[in-house]
C-alpha cells in the first residue's frame, strides 16, 4: 500500500532535507584540469601557467578522485575550492557516516611523493595535479586542508604507523633538479602525515597538535575522520623563471582508509615577500622606538602603493617603507600586463622596560670605605618585580648598551667605583639601561649574647640542636630605632644577601656544639651593620644509649652510670643517689644524670633474668639409618640465651641435631651469662643381620641401648607371621633359637614398641 503524505509533511520534509544538505560541502567531479588551476586555483594575473594536467583514477560508475566543491553555507573553513583525493571526490561529502576506502590496490601510487615523504614504493591510489607557472612576482603561496578516514578516535595499535600523505612539489621546469616539498609542519621539513599531524585523546602518539583541528563528530561537512586546520604552503621563486608545481595526494601501505586534500579557491597567490611577521607570538615583535625598512623593490614595476591595516597610506608610493608603529602593512605592485602583485607582514611592538634607577647600601665591615655587594639585590626594583625581565650588570653604560662585558662576578663585587649599569630586557631583546649607586654604611651595632643550650635530643650526644635566633633580635635591636634583622650562616652570605636562614625561630645548627651566627641589621636591600654571636650546645661525654644486661637466677649484678656528673638520681625505691648500684631482680633501671651546666639526661638499664639450663628431655627421632635426629627440650623454668654442642667445641643456637649415627651422646648446654651443663642422650637402630655360629660375635640379635628403657618391648615374628620370641628393654635379646632348637637362616619381622609408645617396625636376616 502506498503511504500518501499530507502537505504539511511534505513541506516539513523538504525543508529538514534542505537544511542537512547545507551542512556538508557539494562535490563536482566534471571540471577539466584547465579549468581546475585557471578558474578555481589561481587568482592572480601574475603568473602564466601552461602543461596543465590531473590524474586520478575514473571508477566503474564515472566518478572520479578529483573534482570541485562547494562549502557555502557549511562550518567548512573553505567556502569554495578543488578536492584531490585518494577515493571518489564525491563522497568526501557529509556526513561522516561511512569509512572510505574505495580506490582499488591496481590504482598506482607516486615515485615522487614516495621520495618527498621517505616511505619506499609503499605509495598507491595517488591523484596528481601538475602545471607550469612563470611568476612576476617573488612568492607564492597556497591554503589547504589535509583530511584522512586514517584519523581514528579508537585505533588499534598497529595502526598507528600506517600513514597517508600529501606533498606541493616545486622545482624550476625543464630541469633536473630536485622537488622541493613545501607542504610541511610550519618552522619545520616535517611533510605533512596522518601521523605527522595529529591530536591526543587516543593510544596513537600526538604530533605537532597545535595543527590538527578535530576527530569528528556524524554531523561533519565531509565524510573523513578528522582533518588539520588550514595551513599555508610557501616559498620565494624568482620572477621571469618557469616552475613546474606537482601536488600529489596517495595511501600508503594499502588502498584502505582513504585521504583527500581541500585546497582553497583563489589561495594559489603571486606575492611578494616582505619578511617574516614580527608577531609577539612568535618572539620577534619590534621594541619600542625601533624601526623597519620594507622593501617591495620588484623588476619591472610600474608603480607601488603601501598600505596600513588596509587604508592606504598618503603618500607612500615608493618601493621601500619605514615602519615605525604596529599594524599590518601590505604593498600594492602593479606590473606590466595590468598584473598587480601584493606583499604583507603583520608587525607588533614590545614596550620597552621603564627605567628604574637604585641605590645599594651594603656594610662597611672594617670601615675602609670599600664593601663587597650582591648586585641582584637590586633586580626586584629595576624589574618593578617583573618575573618575565632579566638584569645583568656592566661597568659602562656603553657596555651595557652593547651588552658586552658583563660583570663576572655580580654576587660578590667590591665597590671600586661608585656607579655600575643594569641592562634590563625583557624576552623580545628590549631593553633600557638602569644606574645603580652603590654606597657603604659602618658597622656600628652591638653583638647580642651567645645563645645556649642542652643536647638532649639525641642519645648518644651528636651536638646538633634547635634554636630559636629571633631570642637575640632585642639585643642586636638595642639603643637603635628599627630595622630587619635577616639571619646567615656566614659573614659571605650576610654581606652578599645570599643564603639567608630561612626559619630563624627554628633553626637546626649545621656545625656541631658551637656554630657562628651572622645577623645582618638592614632596610629592605640596604645594609646598617652585622653582628655577631654564637650557638653552643653542651653536652654530656659518654654512652647514655639504652644497655642490656643479664641476671642469673639467685645472684646479683652492679649497674654503673659512668662518673663525672654532678648528681644522680636511679628510679629504685627507695630512690639512689649513687653512681653505681647493685640490683638482684630483672626490670627496667633509669638513672638521671646532670652535668656542670645544669643540663640532664638519662641512661636505661634493661636488666634481663636468665637461668643453667635443664633438661627436661630429648626428643630422638632414631631407627632411620644415619638420618636420625635428636632435639633437646628443656624446661619451662630455662630462661636465657642457650647454645647447644655434642663436642663441646662447635656450638650452635638450634636445639636439634640432625644426621646422627646410632650411639650414645653428651650435649653441652651453655647460657653465656650462668654457666654449662652435660646431658647423656641415646640414638638406638636394629641390627640388619646377626650369626648365631657361636664363635662370640654378633651371635645375639638385640638393640643397643635399649636396656635403659627397661619396659620397651620386641617381639620377633617369622615368615609367617608366627611369634618367635619376645623381650623387654631389660633382658639381652634373641639367640636364634625356638625352644630351644636353632631356627633356620632367614628374614624375620620384628615390633618395637618404646616407654614414649612409638613402635617401630621391619626386618633383619638371620644368617647361619
Given at each position: ?9 511534505i513541506?516539513f520534509?523538504?525543508c529538514f532535507s534542505?537544511a542537512l ?19 578555481v586555483?589561481?587568482n592572480s ?7 596543465i594536467?590531473?590524474?586520478?583514477y575514473n ?5 572520479k578522485?578529483?573534482g570541485?566543491f562547494?562549502?557555502t553555507g557549511?562550518?567548512?573553513?573553505f567556502?569554495?575550492?578543488i578536492i ?10 557529509g556526513?561522516?557516516?561511512s569509512t572510505?576506502s574505495?580506490?582499488p590496490?591496481s590504482w598506482?601510487?607516486?615515485s615522487?611523493?614516495?621520495?618527498a615523504?621517505?616511505i619506499?614504493n609503499?605509495s598507491?591510489?595517488?591523484t596528481?595535479l601538475?602545471?607550469d ?5 617573488d612568492?607564492i603561496?597556497?591554503?589547504?586542508i ?6 581514528l578516535?579508537?585505533?588499534s ?6 600513514t597517508?600523505g ?8 625543464n630541469?633536473s633538479?630536485?622537488y622541493q616539498?613545501l607542504a610541511?609542519v610550519p618552522g619545520?621539513?616535517?611533510p ?12 596513537c602518539?600526538?604530533a605537532?597538535a597545535?595543527y590538527?583541528d578535530a576527530?569528528?563528530e ?5 565524510n573523513f575522520?578528522?582533518?588539520t586546520?588550514?595551513?599555508?604552503a610557501?616559498s620565494?621563486v624568482t ?14 601501505g594499502?588502498?584502505?582508509?582513504d585521504?583527500?586534500?581541500?585546497l ?11 619578511g617574516?611577521?614580527?608577531?609577539l607570538?612568535?618572539q620577534?615583535?619590534l621594541?619600542e622606538g625601533?624601526?623597519l625598512?620594507?622593501?617591495a ?6 608603480s607601488?602603493q603601501?598600505?596600513?591595516?588596509n587604508v592606504?597610506i598618503?603618500?607612500a ?5 619605514t615602519?615605525?608603529?604596529t599594524g599590518?602593512y601590505?604593498?600594492q605592485i602593479?606590473?606590466?600586463?595590468s598584473c ?9 611592538y ?6 628604574i634607577n637604585?641605590q645599594l647600601?651594603?656594610?662597611d665591615?672594617?670601615n675602609?670605605?670599600?664593601?663587597f ?5 637590586a633586580t ?5 618585580n ?12 656603553e657596555?651595557a648598551?652593547?651588552d658586552i662585558?658583563?660583570?663576572a662576578?655580580s654576587s660578590?663585587?667590591?665597590n ?6 643594569a ?9 633600557t639601561v638602569s644606574e645603580?649607586t ?7 651595632i652591638?653583638n647580642?649574647?651567645n645563645l645556649?643550650?642542652?643536647d638532649?635530643?639525641?642519645?648518644p ?7 630559636d635566633l ?15 634583622v635577616?639571619?646567615y650562616?656566614?659573614?659571605?652570605d ?7 636562614i630561612?626559619?630563624p625561630?627554628?633553626f637546626?645548627?649545621?656545625v656541631a656544639y658551637?656554630?657562628?651566627i651572622?645577623?645582618?641589621?638592614s632596610s ?8 655577631e654571636?654564637?650557638i ?6 659518654g ?7 643479664n641476671?642469673c637466677?639467685?645472684s646479683?649484678i652492679?649497674?654503673n652510670a659512668?662518673s663525672g656528673?654532678?648528681?644522680?638520681s636511679?628510679?629504685?625505691t627507695p630512690?639512689q643517689?649513687?653512681?653505681i648500684i ?11 644524670v646532670s ?5 640532664t639526661?638519662?641512661k636505661?638499664?634493661?636488666v634481663?633474668a ?6 627436661a628431655?630429648?626428643s630422638?627421632n632414631?631407627f632411620q ?6 632435639t ?8 636465657g ?8 667445641t662447635n656450638?650452635q ?9 646410632p650411639g ?6 651453655n647460657?653465656?651469662n650462668?654457666?654449662?651443663i652435660e646431658?647423656?642422650?641415646y640414638?638406638?637402630?636394629?641390627p640388619?643381620?646377626?650369626?648365631p655360629?657361636?664363635?662370640g660375635f654378633?651371635?645375639?640379635?638385640r638393640i643397643?641401648?635399649l636396656?635403659?628403657q ?16 619376645f623381650?623387654?628393654?631389660?633382658q639381652?635379646g634373641?639367640?636364634g ?5 636353632n631356627l633356620?637362616s632367614s628374614?624375620?619381622w620384628f615390633v618395637?614398641k ?9 626386618h633383619?636376616s638371620?644368617v647361619?
Amino acid at each position: 500500500m502506498k503511504m500518501i503524505k499530507t502537505p504539511l509533511f511534505i513541506l516539513f520534509f523538504l525543508c529538514f532535507s534542505t537544511a542537512l544538505k547545507a551542512q556538508y560541502i557539494q562535490v563536482t567531479d566534471t571540471y577539466s584540469a584547465p579549468q581546475f588551476v585557471e578558474d578555481v586555483l589561481i587568482n592572480s594575473s601574475c603568473a602564466s601557467v601552461s602543461n596543465i594536467s590531473v590524474t586520478g583514477y575514473n571508477f566503474d560508475d564515472g566518478k572520479k578522485s578529483y573534482g570541485r566543491f562547494s562549502g557555502t553555507g557549511t562550518t567548512f573553513p573553505f567556502t569554495d575550492g578543488i578536492i584531490l583525493s585518494t577515493g571518489k571526490a564525491i563522497s568526501a561529502k557529509g556526513p561522516n557516516s561511512s569509512t572510505l576506502s574505495e580506490g582499488p590496490s591496481s590504482w598506482a601510487g607516486d615515485s615522487d611523493l614516495e621520495n618527498a615523504l621517505s616511505i619506499g614504493n609503499s605509495s598507491v591510489n595517488a591523484t596528481v595535479l601538475e602545471f607550469d607557472f612563470m611568476p612576476l612576482g617573488d612568492k607564492i603561496s597556497f591554503n589547504y586542508i589535509f583530511s584522512s578516514e586514517q584519523y581514528l578516535s579508537s585505533p588499534s595499535a598497529s595502526q598507528c604507523s600506517y600513514t597517508d600523505g600529501f606533498v606541493f612539489l616545486l622545482k624550476e621546469a625543464n630541469t633536473s633538479n630536485a622537488y622541493q616539498n613545501l607542504a610541511v609542519v610550519p618552522g619545520t621539513a616535517i611533510p605533512i602525515k596522518s601521523n605527522t599531524v595529529r591530536g591526543p585523546g587516543t593510544i596513537c602518539p600526538p604530533a605537532n597538535a597545535q595543527y590538527f583541528d578535530a576527530f569528528n563528530e556524524y554531523q561533519h561537512p565531509t565524510n573523513f575522520n578528522g582533518q588539520t586546520k588550514v595551513l599555508k604552503a610557501e616559498s620565494s621563486v624568482t620572477p621571469g623563471t618557469l616552475y613546474h608545481i606537482k601536488l600529489v595526494v596517495a595511501d600508503q601501505g594499502n588502498n584502505l582508509y582513504d585521504s583527500a586534500i581541500f585546497l582553497g579557491a583563489g589561495s594559489f597567490k603571486i606575492q611578494k615577500d616582505l619578511g617574516p611577521d614580527r608577531l609577539l607570538a612568535t618572539q620577534n615583535p619590534l621594541c619600542e622606538g625601533s624601526t623597519l625598512n620594507l622593501d617591495a623593490t620588484t623588476t619591472n614595476a610600474i608603480s607601488y602603493q603601501w598600505l596600513k591595516n588596509n587604508v592606504t597610506i598618503s603618500g607612500a608610493t615608493n618601493a621601500t617603507y619605514t615602519v615605525t608603529e604596529t599594524g599590518v602593512y601590505s604593498v600594492q605592485i602593479e606590473l606590466s600586463g595590468s598584473c598587480f602583485s601584493t606583499g604583507e607582514i603583520t608587525v607588533e611592538y614590545s614596550p620597552k622596560p621603564a627605567q628604574i634607577n637604585t641605590q645599594l647600601i651594603q656594610c662597611d665591615e672594617d670601615n675602609d670605605g670599600l664593601a663587597f655587594f650582591n648586585l641582584s639585590q637590586a633586580t626586584n626594583t629595576i624589574t618593578a618585580n617583573n618575573n618575565s625581565l632579566y638584569a645583568s650588570y656592566f661597568l659602562t653604560s656603553e657596555n651595557a648598551t652593547d651588552d658586552i662585558s658583563a660583570i663576572a662576578n655580580s654576587s660578590n663585587f667590591e665597590n671600586t667605583q661608585s656607579i655600575v649599569y643594569a641592562r634590563v630586557e625583557n624576552d623580545f631583546g628590549c631593553f633600557t639601561v638602569s644606574e645603580i649607586t652603590l654606597a657603604i654604611s659602618n658597622n656600628t651595632i652591638a653583638n647580642p649574647a651567645n645563645l645556649e643550650t642542652c643536647d638532649t635530643d639525641s642519645n648518644p650526644a651528636d651536638g646538633i640542636s634547635t634554636f630559636d635566633l629571633e631570642e637575640t633580635e632585642a639585643g642586636i635591636l638595642a639603643n637603635l630605632t628599627g630595622g630587619n634583622v635577616v639571619y646567615y650562616t656566614s659573614n659571605a652570605d650576610a654581606l652578599s644577601g645570599l643564603n639567608p636562614i630561612l626559619n630563624p625561630a627554628s633553626f637546626q645548627n649545621t656545625v656541631a656544639y658551637q656554630q657562628t651566627i651572622y645577623a645582618k641589621l638592614s632596610s629592605g636591600i640596604e645594609c646598617y651593620g652585622i653582628a655577631e654571636f654564637d650557638i653552643i650546645i653542651n653536652s654530656f661525654q659518654g654512652n647514655f644509649a639504652d644497655a642490656q644486661r643479664n641476671l642469673c637466677a639467685g645472684s646479683s649484678i652492679q649497674l654503673n652510670a659512668g662518673s663525672g656528673f654532678s648528681s644522680y638520681s636511679w628510679n629504685t625505691t627507695p630512690v639512689q643517689n649513687s653512681q653505681i648500684i647493685t640490683v638482684s631482680t630483672a626490670g627496667t633501671y633509669i638513672v638521671t644524670v646532670s652535668n656542670i651546666f645544669g643540663c640532664t639526661t638519662t641512661k636505661k638499664f634493661i636488666v634481663t633474668a636468665s637461668s643453667i639450663a635443664e633438661v627436661a628431655s630429648v626428643s630422638v627421632n632414631d631407627f632411620q639409618g644415619g638420618n636420625n635426629s635428636a632435639t633437646i627440650n628443656l624446661t619451662p623454668q630455662s630462661i636465657g640465651n642457650y647454645e647447644y654442642s655434642l663436642d663441646g667445641t662447635n656450638y650452635q643456637l638450634s636445639p636439634t641435631f640432625s644426621n646422627l649415627s646410632p650411639g650414645e651422646y653428651t650435649v653441652y648446654i651453655n647460657e653465656e651469662n650462668c654457666g654449662q651443663i652435660e646431658y647423656v642422650f641415646y640414638v638406638m637402630d636394629y641390627p640388619k643381620f646377626f650369626t648365631p655360629n657361636q664363635d662370640g660375635f654378633n651371635d645375639i640379635w638385640r638393640i643397643p641401648f635399649l636396656q635403659f628403657q627397661p619396659k620397651a618391648t620386641v617381639s620377633i615374628f617369622d615368615r609367617y607371621g608366627k611369634l618367635v620370641h619376645f623381650f623387654t628393654g631389660s633382658q639381652p635379646g634373641w639367640d636364634g633359637t625356638l625352644n630351644g632348637k636353632n631356627l633356620f637362616s632367614s628374614d624375620y619381622w620384628f615390633v618395637i614398641k618404646l616407654e614414649n609408645r612409638r613402635e617401630i617396625k621391619g626386618h633383619f636376616s638371620l644368617v647361619r
